[in-house]
């Protein structure tokens, strides 16, 4: 059941109690509902929304405003979930000021607790001019689908030593910088576990492992309704699609057959009005 809405103070002493967060990602007013209803810990409307709800083929097209709407509808249906609004593509790469005033949009117009934002050394700057906005900003490490084509594709990360320490640098770089925490994607288990051990702030895993402060996952993996591929990572804990397909083909059948609707689905004329209709259209 949904209780207070944590802070970023309560999800610092989570870590510290070994308290393991979990969150999910969603992108509409159910969803965040039955989210908060569950009792989430966190949630995060993420650029995914391109590919869960808009069928792009990535991240990349999303933009600032799908952001927002999709964080303002989420906000309304989970006033006491901590929420984080993804920065899509575009939003905070041009400039450190182009960045801080599209946090800023997230805050305005979505209520949101925090934005995330992906990438290591390389978005150290952009971390400080948000966090120095007094926004609180979380890093993306790994796999960020952001950069899939410079990183060769949707491919796990920090398999070699020289890759995990990279990871591992990148990931101390943006602590430095001011994030409140870090998001870690497809990285083997190892990895995660130095990091965590080594920052005193909470890791976060998507399909990087059990060692971290707590789980993420996408909601549409999650409850069996993304169809097109399922990552390594993801274990299904449901089949929305199944019971969607289902229900659409036992509709079909019934409208075909002449089954639906039925009279407890019509509205009956007021009694003694139906005579009388069918006098005036005699005349
Ligand atoms: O957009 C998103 O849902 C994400 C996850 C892939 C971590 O950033």
């Keep these: 059941m949904a209780g207070k809405k944590l802070t970023v103070i309560d999800l610092q002493k989570m870590k510290y109690e070994g308290n393991r967060i979990v ?16 009792g989430m810990d966190m949630i995060l409307v993420g650029d995914s929304l391109g590919m869960c709800i808009y069928g792009y083929d990535g991240t990349i097209p999303v933009t600032m405003d799908q952001c927002i709407y999709h964080c303002e509808a989420v906000r309304r249906a989970a006033p006491n979930t901590f929420l984080v609004g993804d920065m899509p593509f575009g939003s905070y790469q041009v400039s450190t000021e182009e960045a801080i005033r599209n946090a800023i ?15 290591g050394r390389r978005v150290a700057d952009v971390v400080r001019g948000i966090a120095g ?13 952001q950069s899939s084509n410079a990183l060769g594709g949707f491919k796990a990360q920090g398999r070699t030593a020289d ?23 497809a990285v083997p288990p190892e990895v995660t576990r130095i990091i965590r051990d080594e920052l005193p702030i909470p890791i976060y895993s998507i399909g ?22 399922t990552p390594r990572f993801v274990k299904r804990y449901g089949n929305v699609a199944g019971e969607i397909t289902r229900s659409f083909e036992a509709y079909i059948k019934d409208v075909k057959d002449g089954k639906f609707p039925g009279e407890e689905h019509s509205y009956g004329m007021v009694e003694g009005e139906l005579p009388g209709l069918l006098d005036r259209l005699k005349k």
């Design 23 to 38: 969150w999910v990602t969603a992108y509409d007013f159910i969803t965040a509902q039955l989210a908060e209803q569950a």
């Design 163 to 185: 890759a995990a320490m990279d990871v591992i640098e990148d990931a101390k770089i943006i602590h430095e910088a001011g994030v409140f925490s870090i998001l870690i994607e």
């Design 208 to 229: 990087a492992g059990i060692h971290a402060d707590g789980q993420l996952m996408i909601v549409s993996d999650l409850v069996g309704h993304f169809q097109a591929f």
């Design 105 to 119: 949009r997230f805050h305005k117009e979505a209520n949101v607790d925090a934005v995330k934002l992906e990438g």
């Design 133 to 145: 906005g007094g926004m609180l900003v979380m890093g993306h490490l790994g796999l960020t689908p």
